[in-house]
């Protein structure tokens, strides 16, 4: 049995090391994210009002620069970044100050983290990519399961050593051993929350199953009138509805009868952009109707945790710190099982070649 499981994880590390170490390489920089914004956009840096009568002003501002037929979303700065992010229908984007002036803007990747991003999340191959990171983390959770059953009969011989004592193979193998255990627990965090995040319903449907509730079905959003938005009325009565809420994502009409949508993250919610919901009336700029997040069952409240689980958006900088190098560390284990393996591989054609030339003289 252990034998044949070291067969099995060692094939598979092999087949999925460039991939996982994308995945984990990609992640880990994923994590600095707002800190390479800060650094490269200055008004990043600056504390931006959140206010529903600055926040208005802004979007008015956006309107002014932006056609309308283009405008997709509108994700608000925080406490963390001092920058709006606009979504183009295009598939473009810009960053806006806080007052709504534009400060950059892009069509497709041009940008690295937008580059980063989609080799984090499709590996630069859309659909099929996304498909591919999907199987890869099923197959990574398997890998750390097995590996720590295989480790068992040498656990005694475990070592807290970050890095190999050597160059030799018996050290690099050891290393990645011991690697593996030490960062077991948050390898299967982040690995077991990118699949749930990949297939999503089915995720919520099994902490719904586990959690004995079931998933409330949403209605369809409400029929609105057409007009032009007063922002600063609109955010004003989203504010009311949900007092204490923080507006996280804007997202105007799609077609005439819809209505405007209002992201907000209430007290409580871990997802950064937040799952409560408010429906504006471009007609009248007045609040229609509202989907509260806390309504929402045990199992759906628990899947909505999967994607700042994954991302550290909770835990601050001790979260941060961890999820990072758990993908540098998933990067390493990848790469160092490979190569341990593959040499093992070479070593034995070589021992065999000789062999078979020692016997035909």
Known sequence: MQ???????????????????????????????????RAVVPEARIEAPLDAASLGAAIDRVEMQVPAEELGYLRFA????????????????????????????????????LWLFDLHHYLLLGDTGKLVA?????????????????????????????????GKRRDLLSNHRDLGVLFAAPLLVIVVTGVGMIWSAEARAVLNFVAGSRSIAQPAAPRAGE????????????????????PRILSWPDRPGDPASLRM??????????????????????????RDAH??????????AIYPLHAAFVGGRIY?????????????????????????????????RARAVAGAR
């Not at 059953?149 to 050597?166: D, E, G």
């Open 265 to 290: 993250r209430q007290p409580g919610e871990w997802h950064p952009n937040g799952r409560t919901v408010v429906y504006i009336d471009p007609a009248t700029s007045e609040v229609l109707e509202t």
């Open 3 to 37: 034998r044949a499981l070291r067969t099995i994880h060692a094939w598979a590390g092999v087949v999925l090391c460039l991939v996982l170490a994308a995945l984990g390489l990609s992640g880990s920089l994923l994590v600095l994210k707002a800190d390479y914004l």
């Open 227 to 246: 007009g032009e938005v007063d922002w600063a009325k609109a955010m004003a009565g989203a504010e009311a509805a949900f007092p204490g809420a923080e």
């Open 78 to 113: 925080d406490a963390h970044l001092g920058i709006h992010t606009i979504g183009m229908e295009s598939g473009g984007g810009a960053y806006a100050a806080a007052d709504g002036d534009l400060v950059a803007r892009w069509t497709g990747l041009e940008r690295f983290e």
């Open 134 to 166: 999907g199987v890869s983390g099923i197959a990574g959770t398997l890998l750390v399961l097995t590996g720590l059953y295989i480790w068992l009969p040498a656990a005694r011989s475990f070592a807290w050593r970050a890095w190999p004592r050597s």
């Open 320 to 352: 941060d710190a961890v999820t990072f190098l758990t993908g540098i560390a998933l990067t390493w284990l990848g790469l160092l099982g490979a190569w341990t393996f593959l040499t093992k591989k070479a070593r034995d054609q070589r021992r065999t």
């Open 295 to 304: 309504a929402l069952s045990r199992g759906d409240r628990m899947g909505n």
